[in-house]
């Protein structure tokens, strides 16, 4: 099983960006797909973004639309969150997750479709 490793959360003003960053090992990282979910204090883990085993297909929550980006670098084992335009509420434990997939486009954004999760790094945006 392919184990996960969260990066790059931090403390960052409204409107500001950061970089979350994914590092697999343990797997064949092109057969899984991806995604990032997020979880904030007394609240539900809740989906964020999805991307398929190749990269081809994404997904996001209403909620992010537009101001994250989920992407993949399968050379390096390594998927990303690129997160822009931070709100306060985008202030959670945000989390990885990958599951095995035959399909190279297919993305999926179900909490109970992923199996592997990464232990998690915290973002906190300041207003």
């Known amino acids: 099983q392919v184990q996960l490793v969260e990066s790059g959360g931090g403390l960052v003003q409204a409107g500001g960006s950061l970089r979350l960053s994914c590092a697999a090992s343990g797997g064949a990282f092109s057969t899984y797909a991806l995604a990032w979910f997020r979880q904030a204090p007394g609240r539900e883990r809740e989906f964020v973004a999805a991307?398929?085993?190749?990269?081809?297909?994404?997904y996001y929550a209403d909620s992010v639309k537009g101001r994250f980006t989920i992407s993949r670098d399968n050379a390096k084992n390594t998927v990303y969150l690129q997160m822009n335009s931070l709100k306060p509420e985008d202030t959670a434990e945000y989390y990885c997750?990958?599951?095995?997939?035959?399909?190279?486009?297919?993305?999926?954004?179900?909490?109970?479709?992923?199996?592997?999760w990464g232990q998690g790094t915290q973002v906190t945006v300041s207003s």
């Open positions: 997750a990958a599951t095995l997939t035959s399909s190279a486009s297919s993305v999926f954004r179900g909490r109970d479709r992923y199996f592997n």
């Open positions: 991307i398929s085993r190749g990269g081809s297909s994404t």
